[in-house]
């Protein structure tokens, strides 16, 4: 089994920047896809950012020019860098990643960061 842990959420003010961070656990996991989608109150899940095969990466219109998603495939963590916050961006982020493990694609997922912005 795969465990993505995620961290860097918080709260900051509106105009203000965090650093999310996911890493999967295990070393086997051969990773194709590895981002970030959100989830704000009342609404439905939503991709924000990936990055495929370690260096193609792909935005949601709403987050391109503020987020920059980054990956260490040594270490097997994804970071999503936000600049310039909103209140809109607040939500809980959750990692996802998808490949292979053990001869198998798999699709896994983390258990989501709190990302508050006031305003």
Request: positive net charge; contains cysteine; proline residues 2%.
């Amino acid at each position: 089994q795969v465990q993505l842990v995620e961290s860097g959420g918080g709260l900051v003010q509106a105009g203000g920047s965090l650093r999310l961070s996911c890493t999967a656990s295990q070393s086997r996991f051969i990773i194709n896809t590895m981002g970030w989608y959100r989830q704000a109150p009342g609404k439905q899940r939503e991709f924000v950012a990936h990055i495929i095969s370690g260096f193609r990466s792909n935005y949601a219109d709403s987050v391109k020019g503020r987020f920059t998603i980054t990956g260490d495939n040594a270490k097997n963590t994804v970071y999503l860098q936000m600049n310039s916050l909103k209140p809109e961006d607040t939500a809980v982020y959750y990692c996802n990643a998808g490949g292979s493990v053990s001869g198998s694609i798999r699709d896994f997922w983390g258990r989501g960061t709190q990302v508050t912005v006031s305003s």
